[in-house]
């Protein structure tokens, strides 16, 4: 069985020739979870991006394939690969608030997806997201459907997104930092329902994150990024027993664990930084693009 | 028990409620503190937790004065200080400093950070070796002297970070709230922000309430914690015994939400019901 989401040495630039992903390769298989964990530049986010489809006009990928069950989007054309996209995968937000219409009711916002672009009838749009509010536990679906975004609290909000990600039954989603804006005990409640719905629809998930707990939690496999380059790939269970790579030892040291204070918090060594910049410049230095 | 900088007694704090404020008219007030009573004593960092909505930013700002109390009192080194009006609390603004969240909107894009060290010493009628101390500030906070000719856009979010403590610290503060000041930050930058903190406050015996959203990064840095929810404190205790046995279901709850970098395959599974 084929991969649901392979990304293949994957190198994308600036206009100015500044390359922002550096033969990027990682694959979910079905079902999966991966997490993609780095600090703020790391292109975590530009990854979830490219997946999607939705990479900024400024960004130009310069090499590399990649694959959504099987099917590379390379040799697709334009028309093709938005189909493709649309019907296979889907985006849990970080922010729903922005993610949302504020001037639009939820529910329009809702089946919006599935009858304009799978091309659903309303009806059976209707029945599908009220099953889906079932299934993120909200208990008064009619008051939500009939909402406006700022009506709802926060973690409502985030519900309702992750309802609708998985309403059209995607193959993949992609979560961008979907917890980072809410208070702890609710995150607690959206990464248990993530869980939750993932395993009873066999979704795989690229789970885009900052936070190394998050990825202990929710993950089985993780990608380590650093300056748009993956410097170490593992099991997350391996990743947290034994962390190859020094950027990783290091990133693990300071987050913070309030169980052992002193072991934890640790600012990262300058070395190691510098160590990685070097390394990354010297081989840039060596590369040109595959193709493109 | 060494001597309280902050006495806080039955403090209430109300606020106009603009979502509910009619279209010609005023907003009526909420009630954002219902009544809080503790103690910040000299020379401790204390930490504030609460999750959104908990009050504990508007603590914050009432006790540096830039909220009035509604009810109650604050008692800044035994006076009471709730009510003193802009020209009263003048002379106190040096000793009560802040640190904030988000030091990209906190500095003056147009100013260097000389000029943004040295404003608020010039104020104070520190002018007098200006420019010997903005140098001392910045060594303090580990920054190079030549960065005394940049602007913020040209510094990374730590540095920021540390601008916004230097600047507060040139002061020699009695106090100093520090309202998130590590939210917004990459792990490997916090972990340093708060060791410096940790090391600055211990070495200048400040006195510091730390508000976070997140208890995790407060046990080592704070030496008594203050947790609040809805407008009311919790519980209130030195740090270990909060950690180590907190009395709350709320503060039980909170630490067991927090997702530790360690693997626990339980930890999503659903909750059993009560």
């Known amino acids: ?292 | 028990m060494a001597e309280p900088l902050f006495s806080v007694r039955g403090l209430k704090v109300a606020l106009p409620d603009m979502t509910r404020k009619p279209l010609i008219g005023r907003a009526p007030l909420a009630e954002i503190l219902k009544g809080l009573d503790f103690d910040l004593p000299k020379g401790s960092v204390t930490g504030i937790v609460g999750e959104s909505g908990s009050g504990k930013s508007t603590l914050g700002r009432a006790l540096v004065r830039l909220l009035e109390p509604s009810a109650g009192s604050i008692s800044f080194e035994g006076r009471d200080i709730s009510h003193l009006s802009e020209a009263e609390l003048r002379p106190l603004r040096r000793d009560l400093q802040m640190i904030f969240q988000d030091p990209m909107s906190s500095l003056n894009p147009r100013h260097t950070i000389f000029s943004i060290i040295a404003a608020p010493l010039r104020q104070n009628g520190l002018g007098d070796r200006l420019k010997e101390r903005v140098a001392e500030a910045l060594q303090r906070v580990g920054l190079p002297q030549s960065f005394a000719s940049r602007y913020r856009h040209e510094l990374s979010g730590g540095q920021r970070q540390r601008v916004g403590i230097a600047r507060a610290l040139a002061l020699a503060p009695k106090f100093v709230l520090a309202d998130e000041i590590v939210s917004g930050l990459d792990v490997s930058t916090q972990a340093q922000i708060l060791t410096l903190l940790e090391k600055l406050a211990a070495e200048m015996g400040l006195t510091v309430a730390f508000i976070s959203h997140d208890l995790s990064v407060i046990r080592r840095l704070c030496q008594q914690v203050i947790v609040m929810r809805e407008g009311r404190i919790v519980e209130a205790s030195a740090t270990d015994a909060l950690f180590d046995n907190p009395q709350e279901t709320y503060t039980r709850d909170l630490l067991a939400a927090i997702p530790l970098p360690e693997i626990d395959a339980d930890w999503l599974r659903p909750k059993p019901p009560a």
Request: aromatic content about 4%.
């Open chain 1, 1 to 292: 069985m084929s991969a649901c989401l392979d990304i293949r040495g994957l190198s994308a630039v600036l206009p100015n020739g500044q390359r922002v992903l550096r033969s990027v390769s990682l694959s979910v298989q079905p079902g999966e979870v991966r997490a993609l964990v780095g600090e703020s530049g790391a292109g975590k986010t530009m990854i979830g991006k490219a997946v999607l489809g939705v990479l900024p006009k400024s960004v130009r990928v310069v090499e590399g394939e990649m694959l959504i069950e099987g099917e590379d989007l390379g040799r697709l054309d334009a028309k093709a690969r938005r189909t493709l996209i649309g019907a296979r995968t889907a985006l849990i937000p970080q922010d729903p608030l922005t993610a949302l219409n504020p001037s639009r009711r939820i529910a329009s916002q809702m089946t919006d997806r599935l009858v304009r672009i799978l091309g659903w009838s309303g009806e059976r749009a209707d029945k599908r997201i009220r099953q889906l509010l079932d299934e993120v536990q909200i208990r008064d679906p009619e008051r939500v459907l009939k909402s406006y975004p700022h009506e709802l609290s926060g973690g409502m909000r985030q519900r309702v997104l992750i309802a609708a990600a998985f309403a059209a039954e995607p193959r993949l989603i992609v979560a961008d930092e979907p917890t980072t804006a809410l208070d702890v005990t609710v995150q607690k409640q959206i990464l248990r329902l993530i869980a939750q719905l993932q395993r009873d629809h066999g979704t795989a998930i690229l789970f885009v994150t900052h936070d190394l707990g998050v990825v202990a939690k929710v993950s089985q496999k993780v990608s380590v990024l650093y300056a748009g380059k993956v410097v170490e790939e593992a099991e997350t269970a391996q990743l947290f027993a034994a962390p190859q790579h020094g950027y990783t030892r290091a990133l693990i040291a300071a987050t913070p664990r309030y169980t052992d204070p002193y072991a934890s918090l640790k600012p990262v060594d300058e070395s190691v930084l510098a160590g990685l910049t070097a390394e990354i410049a010297a081989a840039d230095k060596e590369w040109r693009p595959s193709h493109g």
